[in-house]
């Protein structure tokens, strides 16, 4: 593949309408093949956005996205769930993040952050406020902020939104969190370590292969034959397409999933299809933004 195919795909992309998708994702928790999915929707399901007030690195300072945006359209991606970065009160940070995903709600998908110490007795009403009011869509947690709780994982179970939590490479947690949590569905990003450790990424492929509510984002991760290992055992269903922008290039990420060879349908569940069966906020937003332009496109 010549790198100049990963400029020419056009960024356009028409969500199915209504029925269509409440039919293709009946449930939300499935983990059924979906072969029918849109071909041309190529979701990120991991990307910054915002500001942060820690002043440490970019990931707790900026996560511009103008860059961002325009190398995503020009590989082809269609959305993008969008994280906050680092911040010392996320109620604010989600705020913001809120009115990012509302600029372009067809476009963008927005996961609440919250800490689970700092903000422990009062994280439903937050992501509550942040989901339902905000029109966020998941939950994101970081390992680095404090390890994830009960009380995150319950709320999780009462909003029916899915939590993404960088477990920074301490990966038997997961094991709780599917034995407790089963009908909430997990994201391990960067599959199970930024850090490249080999070790935590290979004990997560036994959790992804094990676990039918656990799955992993691709993001950042550098050594490819685990990815591949992954894939082999765990299963397409089990795998989330992420890039980690806007630090990370998101066309050179999307390069990783072409390059695993997979066939169309199991490739089009890596690509977004996984992410929309798991988020049923993801599919709403799709379908409400989709009916203003419908509506116009029959008034022209
Ligand atoms: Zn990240």
Redesign the pocket.
């Known amino acids: 593949m010549k790198c100049a195919d990963l400029e020419v795909a056009p960024f356009a992309w028409a969500p199915p309408a209504a029925a269509e998708f409440e039919a293709e994702f009946e449930g939300g928790r499935s983990t059924r093949t979906l072969p029918t999915l849109t071909p041309a929707t190529i979701i990120d399901s ?1 990307c ?1 956005a915002g500001l942060g007030d820690g002043f440490t690195g970019p990931w707790d300072t900026a996560a511009p996205l103008a860059d961002y945006l325009r190398r995503a359209a020009r590989a082809g991606i269609a959305r993008t769930v969008l ?1 906050p970065a680092f911040h010392s009160d996320y109620a604010r940070a989600n705020r913001a993040l809120a009115r990012i995903v509302a600029r372009d709600p067809r476009r963008l998908i927005g996961f609440a952050m919250v800490h689970a110490q700092r903000d422990r007795g009062r994280v439903l009403p937050m992501l509550r406020s942040a989901i339902e009011q905000g029109g966020l869509a998941g939950i994101k947690l970081h390992r680095h902020d404090a390890p994830i709780t009960r009380e995150v994982c319950d709320a999780a179970r009462a909003l029916g939104v899915p939590v993404l939590y960088d477990v920074t490479g301490e990966v038997s947690v997961v094991e709780l969190l599917a034995d407790q949590y089963p009908d909430v569905n997990f994201i391990i ?1 960067h599959l199970g370590s930024f850090a490249d450790d080999w070790r935590a990424q290979l004990a997560l492929i036994d959790h992804l292969e094990r676990h039918p509510n656990v799955h992993a984002d691709t ?1 950042g991760v550098r050594r490819f034959d685990l990815l591949l290992q992954a894939v082999r055992r765990a299963g397409a269903h089990k795998i989330l397409f992420g890039s ?1 922008g806007p630090w990370l290039h998101p066309a050179l990420e999307l390069h990783k999933i072409r390059l695993l060879g997979l066939a169309p349908a199991q490739e089009a569940l890596v690509l977004g299809g996984n992410l929309l069966r798991i988020t049923p906020r993801a599919r709403l937003t799709a379908v409400a933004a989709a009916a203003p332009d419908a509506a116009a496109a029959r008034d022209r």
Do not use: K, R, T
């Open positions: 991991h910054h994280l990003p993001s980690d």
